[in-house]
């Protein structure tokens, strides 16, 4: 593994263990020519994500950017790391298992609510706002007298 710091390409592991759901391996390591410390993870990749954006355009799957996501949806919010790194492992395999290569990033972030709504309603609520484009105030109340509605079995019958 390079070392993040110097490039070089000695480095040594010091301490490995796996994370608390056991969805990958931390890795602590050392850098023998600077003398510097950084962490790695290991996991399992069961296939190769694209993405399928709105505009049409495929991306490769990015972890690292449903991870972004959830941390600014999570900022200043009584959620562990842990609990986050999680939620980001639960989704990646619910996506790898879905039996197709190609996901779209509508269903991506419909996991992504459903994951914040089991764990913090402001989070829900602060990634609805962007996932969902609102525009006004009252976007913020009819969304929330919505899910109000639906946790209550009151989904208005036609």
């Given at each position: 593994m390079r070392c993040p710091f110097c490039s070089n390409e000695d480095t040594q592991v010091k301490d490995s263990r796996p994370t608390e759901d056991g969805a990958a391996i931390r890795r602590r390591r050392l850098c023998d020519k600077c003398g510097s410390r950084f962490t790695t993870f290991e996991r399992v990749q069961l296939r190769d994500l694209v993405v399928l954006k709105r505009s049409g355009r495929r991306v490769p799957f990015d972890r690292d950017k449903l991870s972004r996501s959830l941390n600014?949806?999570?900022?200043?919010?009584?959620?562990?790391?842990?609990?986050?790194?999680?939620?980001?492992?639960?989704?990646?395999?619910?996506?790898?298992?879905?039996?197709?290569?190609?996901?779209?990033?509508?269903?991506?972030?419909?996991?992504?609510?459903?994951?914040?709504?089991?764990?913090?309603?402001?989070a829900y609520v602060r990634y609805a706002s962007v996932y969902r484009d609102f525009r006004e105030p009252s976007d913020f109340a009819d969304f929330i007298a919505e899910t109000g509605k639906e946790k209550h079995g009151a989904k208005g019958s036609g």
């Open positions: 600014i949806a999570l900022r200043k919010r009584p959620i562990e790391q842990d609990q986050i790194e999680q939620m980001i492992s639960g989704i990646q395999r619910k996506l790898e298992s879905l039996g197709d290569n190609e996901v779209t990033s509508e269903t991506i972030g419909e996991m992504v609510m459903e994951a914040l709504a089991q764990v913090d309603k402001i």
